[in-house]
């Protein structure tokens, strides 16, 4: 059952336009979201997150807007750049059965920028 | 400040074989995560150690296991091993417990299982 989703594999995006990274999610209890991102061979790097108390959170080139009402999430990259190229992956947290916070990831979209 | 390191970074394994793999958070960090990533499945969690105690867990079977030690390095074992356990297994860090606190990823060990 995969709580968090990123139905998109793949995005590609000419060079200085925006990228928009999609995430839905089904479970009501997730309080905060995260993205990160992933070169190869390295590990996922955080990126910029957003408490479930707002619906936007910005940080530079990336927007994160979180919808609440329609389990949706979305990472707004403006002006794209080469070196956005990478795996996107989008996390949520809530309490596990342990009463501790536990992230739960999606399956993450491969963002190519075109130059 | 050195990152987190995991070793190895790769291995090959044959089924039914039991491994080990290790992960050293960055100096001063006292969490430690592990995840289990694959195509089809993203990343999955597998289990949280904090000051050598396990807080976390995922959904798992008892082949996977962990253990941290008191200077936090951690270690995480895999018996019986499945040809569904090729994946890349990836090591977090943090300087506490808590979402508050930003997760710092290793590369990675990428173990075939054959």
């Known amino acids: 059952d995969q709580q968090v989703k990123q139905n998109s594999p793949s995005l590609s995006v000419q060079e200085g336009r925006i990228s928009i990274l999609n995430c839905d999610y089904t479970?009501?209890?997730?309080?905060?979201f995260l993205w990160y991102k992933k070169y190869p061979a390295e590990g996922p790097t955080f990126l910029i997150s957003?408490?479930?108390?707002?619906d936007k959170n910005e940080d530079g080139r990336f927007t994160v807007f979180l919808n609440k009402s329609a389990k949706h999430l979305s990472l707004h990259i403006v002006p794209s750049q080469p070196g956005d190229s990478a795996v996107y992956f989008c996390?949520?947290?809530?309490?596990?059965?342990?009463?501790?916070?536990?992230?739960?990831f999606g399956t993450g979209t491969r963002l190519t920028i075109i130059p | 400040k050195a990152g987190v390191t995991q070793t190895p970074r790769y291995l090959i394994k044959t089924r039914g074989q039991q491994v080990t793999l290790s992960c050293s958070p960055i100096?001063?960090?006292?969490?430690v995560s592990w995840y289990q990533q694959t195509p089809g499945q993203g990343l999955q969690f597998l289990f949280e150690?904090?000051?050598?105690?396990?807080?976390n867990k995922g959904n798992f079977p008892g082949r996977f296991s962990g253990r941290q030690f008191s200077n936090s390095r951690s270690e995480m074992n895999v018996s019986t091993l499945e040809l569904g356990d090729s994946a890349l297994y990836l090591c977090?860090?943090?300087?506490?417990?808590?979402?508050?606190?930003?997760?710092?990823f290793g590369p990675g060990t990428r173990l075939t299982v054959t």
């Open positions: 977090a860090s943090s300087l506490g417990q808590g979402i508050g606190y930003e997760q710092y």
């Open positions: 479970n009501s209890m997730f309080d905060y």
């Open positions: 957003i408490s479930s108390i707002k």
């Open positions: 996390a949520a947290s809530a309490l596990s059965n342990f009463g501790n916070e536990k992230l739960t």
């Open positions: 100096s001063g960090h006292r969490s």
């Open positions: 150690y904090f000051s050598e105690t396990q807080r």
